[in-house]
Every structure is written in structure tokens, then in C-alpha cells.
């Protein structure tokens, strides 16, 4: 309860789920901090009333990676699978124009990634969870990670299916 502001900390009370934050006009932002499975999460419920407050907290502990504060579902997942590797390599070939010999390098890829983050969405992929783990002692990384970059890249870009913040490639995973 005592008031504290920092990096880390900018709380000024604390609740059940969290803390408490004020917003620029001075209002109250209940703010859900959890740890659960080894994952750390701060997420603002967006309310200010404790009531709301702890309706969201329930359906966040429920499923956090699928939470959403406004209570709405998010959009349908998105696998890696052979109708969206079949889509992504058609575009590379046809509006990219790939050569032939690229085009089936990015086909073993995307099968390799596909085997990877089978029954993943890819919104919910983790860098640190999920891609680097896979490329450690893989072969040919540069161009796994050209292909899987160009994936996200597509699917934010072209298919606008993918926010920034939903893709873990970008501006973090480096083609060396």
C-alpha cells in the first residue's frame, strides 16, 4: 500500500491480482501481475473498479496467453500449416518471383518449421520458447531463419493477419 514509482515498480497501491496505477488524468488502472508456468505477466485490466477488476483476473487465470481485457475473443489462430506454407510459397513465387531453386529450399523449410510449431499459433510463438530452441543444432540456420522472418514478415504485410507485437521475428531475430 505504501506508494513506490520506479522502472520496475509504478504502482501506488497494491490488490488481489496486482497493483494498482494512475492513468495521466489521475484515475485508477488495476493492473494484473502473475507468474504462471515459468512466464511473468504484467497486464492492465483497463478498469477501474474492483468488481470488473477480479471478473478479469478470473478469465485471465484461465487462460493468459488468450486473455484479452475487453472480454472478446481473439481472431482465429494461425498454424503453420501446408494450406498457409502452399499460400506463402505460391506469393513467393508469383509476386516475389523466387527461383525455382529458393522456392523448394523455403518448401524443406517451412515443412522443418511446420514439424517445429505444430499446434502453435503463430501469434502466441515465443522467441525464447519457441524458435530458438528449435534452430539450436540445426543446420543451415541463416536460411531457416530467412524463411521463418519471411513468414511473419507475409503474414503482417501482405496478409495483415499478424500485428507487430505478434510477430516474434521482428526486429529481434537476425539472419547471419
Same mark, same amino acid.
Given at each position: 500500500m505504501g506508494e513506490s514509482k520506479g522502472k520496475s515498480q509504478d504502482y501506488v497501491e497494491r490488490w488481489e491480482g496486482g497493483f494498482v496505477r494512475t492513468d495521466a488524468k489521475g484515475r485508477k488502472v488495476y493492473v494484473i501481475r &502473475?507468474?504462471?508456468?515459468?512466464?511473468?505477466?504484467?497486464?492492465?485490466?483497463?478498469?477501474?473498479?474492483? &468488481?470488473?477488476?477480479?471478473e478479469q483476473l478470473? &478469465? @485471465? #487465470?484461465?487462460d493468459? #496467453?488468450?486473455?484479452n481485457p475487453a472480454g472478446a475473443q481473439h481472431e482465429a489462430p494461425i498454424y503453420l500449416d501446408a494450406p498457409l506454407a502452399e499460400e @506463402?510459397?505460391?506469393?513467393? &513465387?508469383?509476386?516475389?518471383?523466387?527461383?525455382?531453386e529458393w522456392l523448394e529450399k523455403q518448401q524443406r523449410y517451412l515443412?522443418?518449421?511446420a514439424d517445429h510449431l505444430k499446434g502453435l499459433d503463430l501469434r502466441k510463438v515465443s522467441l525464447v520458447d519457441h524458435i530458438k530452441p528449435a534452430l539450436k543444432g540445426a543446420g543451415n540456420g541463416p536460411h531457416r531463419i530467412a524463411v521463418l522472418k519471411s513468414v511473419y514478415s507475409w503474414l503482417r504485410k501482405e496478409k495483415h493477419l499478424l500485428t507487430v507485437n505478434e510477430a516474434p521475428t521482428f526486429q529481434t531475430l537476425v539472419v547471419t
Amino acid at each position: 500500500m505504501g506508494e513506490s514509482k520506479g522502472k520496475s515498480q509504478d504502482y501506488v497501491e497494491r490488490w488481489e491480482g496486482g497493483f494498482v496505477r494512475t492513468d495521466a488524468k489521475g484515475r485508477k488502472v488495476y493492473v494484473i501481475r &502473475r507468474m504462471i508456468n515459468g512466464k511473468s505477466y504484467k497486464v492492465s485490466t483497463q478498469v477501474g473498479n474492483a &468488481r470488473a477488476t477480479m471478473e478479469q483476473l478470473k &478469465r @485471465f #487465470e484461465v487462460d493468459p #496467453e488468450g486473455d484479452n481485457p475487453a472480454g472478446a475473443q481473439h481472431e482465429a489462430p494461425i498454424y503453420l500449416d501446408a494450406p498457409l506454407a502452399e499460400e @506463402f510459397l505460391v506469393w513467393n &513465387r508469383n509476386v516475389k518471383k523466387n527461383s525455382h531453386e529458393w522456392l523448394e529450399k523455403q518448401q524443406r523449410y517451412l515443412a522443418w518449421w511446420a514439424d517445429h510449431l505444430k499446434g502453435l499459433d503463430l501469434r502466441k510463438v515465443s522467441l525464447v520458447d519457441h524458435i530458438k530452441p528449435a534452430l539450436k543444432g540445426a543446420g543451415n540456420g541463416p536460411h531457416r531463419i530467412a524463411v521463418l522472418k519471411s513468414v511473419y514478415s507475409w503474414l503482417r504485410k501482405e496478409k495483415h493477419l499478424l500485428t507487430v507485437n505478434e510477430a516474434p521475428t521482428f526486429q529481434t531475430l537476425v539472419v547471419t
